[in-house]
């Protein structure tokens, strides 16, 4: 037999539990305020020319990384037109606020198995080109002697970390996949 | 020795008995040969004695004769007288006889010596026959004498005669001394004649004793042996038949003979090789006597025990009956109480039937008040709906944030050293926008814990609206249950009724059943006796049956 009692007491704490979640509680803002300014108020701990910042970005099951100075933007879902007789790694044009980029697909580019190239873009600055990745992730302060070469890595591989993240230079990778394209943007 | 007995006894009778035909014959013959020569001599000798006497008187008659014719001349011729001349011619007459007789005696006497019985007889005869020559020359110079002295007479000069008187006597008597001799031969020879026939009788004698004695030696070692080739085989046989009444029966006699000996080892092989399959079949048999017995002492024993079992049983069978008997009357007891307490059930149905009507009416209002419940549970769930399109719209913002935020920290990384400030601003937002979608993950996971209870709820509900159904469709069963039962009970108040009669009737069976127990208590000690007797008998079969054997085992086959 149920305890109609009992369950009639937890029916009105739930009760009360939830009429104080809604109010704002204005000793609980001000704890938050407090603790905001006295964590953006305390010096960085190591000094910043030490440190560089990377967007950790992810790639199927991989995650891989770029320094943030080469990066312009990030855009998720862009409309990408695909080229006629463009090579396989072209993903395809797009149209950046009137200006016209090339989008990469980075799976084809690093030659991974056929399967989802993600719905993310990367605009690099230099050259100006979209790479289409994963979700980008965050950003992280890595010095860069954390990154350790691995034997036989690919020209397009900086270095990897300790856990795991890829440092990758997208020049050797587009050279290697896409002369052609390259010859074709000097031109241009 | 292939030769029959039969055969054998036979040949040596017939031995026997040519032995002593032989031994006949012989004997007879040696006596004929005796009687033979005993007549031959007899007749021979008789034949010349009685010529010999036969000449004797002739001489006489012619002296005689002479001596008249002389007579008549002396005494003249006065008297009437025979004539001289037929004297002389008479006197010639006699001469002449003799003569020939004498020559017949010679004759005689060298026929048998010429065809003699032996050689001292021809000697014999011999003499006799020179003799008789003698005699024979004698008596012709006698004649001529006479011849003269007749020529004489009839002239009448009997001074003549008188000188010639002496001549003649002097050949009258030299020829009777020679015909004496002859006499004295033939009488000889008679003599030799006896002892011939005598040596010839000793002889006979001597020669039928060897023949006897021969004949007695030859059928001794004739039986002799007949007797060994009988006996010798016969004392093998001994043996062997006295080893085969000792038991052994492994023994073959020798059948290498084709004599009644072989056919008796043959029979006796063939009797000692019944002896050994009568042997084994009743070695067999009592083998099988002595498992038979065996078993029907093991059987017996299994008997004389269940025999024991049943008399126990059927002194516990006693004694149940005596309880059962017992138990009958508590049974008519407490039928009659059943029957009384089963009137006072059939009042207490009737408020169940009451009971189970309100419980009905109680069912009813359960359902309704589930079905409510499950209505507002049902309202409260599209409330949910309403809190999760509001969380929808919190994570968009938090997306849209964190993308902001990633894209001012590029910009402000472009910036380089003046950006740096902004930089921090841009990770603070994006702090703040990954917060905030961690804080709509927990949202939508309590919001599906919410679902699922309500789910959960309904369902529960929902099965509690099917149970009280089920439970109002019991309480309909338990209705008819009861109203069945206040009938069985008015069925079993008359049941019990009978069953208290039945009892009491039972209690009459049962105490014949305990008769019946006690008698067949009694047959079952009568039988005990009988099989501790049975089990008796069947040891007594077994040791018989155990000496048999050993007496059977004697045999060695």
Request: hydrophobic residues 45%; contains cysteine; proline residues 3%.
């Amino acid at each position: 037999m149920i305890d109609w009692e009992q369950a009639r007491r937890r029916l009105a704490r739930s009760e009360r539990g939830l009429e104080q979640a809604l109010v704002a509680d204005a000793q609980r803002v001000k704890r938050v305020w407090r603790e905001r300014a006295a964590r953006l108020a305390r010096p960085p701990a190591e000094a910043l020319s030490a440190v560089r910042p990377f967007l950790a970005f992810r790639l199927r099951e991989e995650t891989y990384a770029l320094p943030l100075e080469e990066l312009g933007e990030v855009i998720p879902n862009p409309a990408c037109t695909p080229v006629p007789g463009a090579p396989a790694a072209l993903a395809g044009v797009l149209n950046l606020r009137g200006q016209i980029r090339p989008v990469w697909d980075l799976a084809r580019l690093l030659q991974l198995p056929e399967g989802e190239s993600g719905d993310w873009v990367l605009l690099l600055r230099r050259p100006e080109l979209g790479l289409r990745v994963g979700r980008a992730e965050q950003i992280l302060h890595l010095r860069p002697e954390e990154f350790r070469v691995p034997l036989n890595a690919p020209p397009w591989v900086v270095g990897v970390s300790a856990d795991a993240l890829a440092w990758l230079d997208v020049q050797p990778l587009l050279q290697t996949a896409a002369p052609a394209s390259s010859q074709e943007r000097k031109e241009s | 020795m292939n030769l029959r007995i039969g055969t054998r006894i036979l040949l040596g009778f017939g031995a026997m008995v040519a032995l002593t035909l032989g031994l006949g014959w012989y004997v007879l013959a040696k006596q004929a040969e005796v009687r033979n020569h005993t007549a031959q001599i007899e007749t021979r000798d008789l034949r010349a004695l009685d010529e010999l006497r036969q000449i004797i008187q002739g001489q006489y008659h012619m002296r005689a004769l002479r001596e008249t014719a002389v007579a008549q001349t002396l005494l003249g011729k006065s008297h009437q007288s025979e004539d001289p001349l037929l004297l002389q011619d008479r006197w010639r007459q006699s001469y002449e006889q003799t003569r020939k007789l004498l020559a017949d005696l010679e004759a005689t006497a060298e026929e048998y010596e010429k065809h003699p019985t032996s050689t001292q007889r021809a000697l014999q005869w011999g003499r006799i026959r020179q003799s008789g020559a003698e005699a024979h020359a004698t008596l012709k110079e006698l004649a001529a004498e006479v011849e003269i002295g007749l020529a004489l007479l009839a002239r009448t000069d009997l001074a003549q005669m008188a000188a010639r008187a002496p001549v003649l006597s002097r050949l009258r008597q030299n020829f009777e001394t020679k015909v004496m001799a002859v006499t004295l031969l033939a009488q000889e020879q008679i003599d030799i004649g006896r002892a011939e026939v005598a040596a010839l009788h000793d002889q006979t004698r001597t020669a039928t004793l060897i023949a006897l004695a021969a004949a007695v030696l030859l059928g001794t070692l004739c039986a002799l042996a007949i007797q060994r080739s009988i006996t010798r085989p016969l004392a093998t046989f001994m043996q062997f038949v006295e080893r085969v009444g000792q038991g052994d029966l492994t023994q073959q006699a020798p059948v290498d003979r084709r004599d009644e000996l072989g056919d008796l080892a043959r029979s006796l092989n063939q009797m000692v090789a019944g002896l050994k399959d009568v042997a084994g079949q009743t070695l067999a048999g009592t083998e099988n006597l002595s498992a038979a017995t065996a078993e029907i002492l093991a059987s017996t024993q299994q008997q004389g025990a269940s025999t024991t079992e049943q008399a126990a049983a059927v002194q516990q069978t006693t004694a149940t009956m005596a309880e059962i008997a017992q138990s009958g009357a508590q049974i008519s007891e407490r039928a009659k109480q059943v029957a009384a307490s089963t009137e006072a059930t059939s009042a207490a149905t009737q408020a169940g039937l009451q009971a189970v009507q309100n419980t009905t009416r109680t069912m009813e209002a359960i359902r309704e008040q589930a079905e409510a419940v499950a209505e507002n549970v049902v309202a409260l769930s599209e409330k949910t709906q309403a809190v999760g399109e509001i969380i929808a719209t919190v994570n968009d913002i938090a997306e849209q944030s964190h993308l902001l935020a990633l894209n001012a920290a590029i910009e402000a990384a472009a910036a380089g050293e003046q950006g740096r400030s902004f930089s921090v601003v841009a990770n603070e937002i994006k702090n703040l926008a990954d917060q905030s979608k961690e804080a709509t993950v927990q949202v939508r996971s309590i919001l599906g814990d919410i679902q699922k209870g309500i789910n959960s709820s309904v369902m529960l509900t929902e099965e509690a609206v099917k149970r009280s159904e089920s439970g109002r469709q019991q309480a309909d069963v338990t209705d008819r249950t009861i109203r069945q039962l206040a009938d069985s009970i008015q069925q079993s108040v008359q049941a019990f009724q009978q069953i208290a009669a039945g009892a009491n009737q039972q209690q009459i069976g049962f105490d014949q059943v305990t008769q019946a127990v006690r008698n067949i208590g009694q047959a079952s000690d009568q039988s005990a006796n009988g099989t501790r007797q049975l089990e008796k008998a069947a040891a007594n079969l077994n040791a018989l049956s155990q000496q048999l054997r050993k007496a059977v085992e004697r045999y060695r086959m």
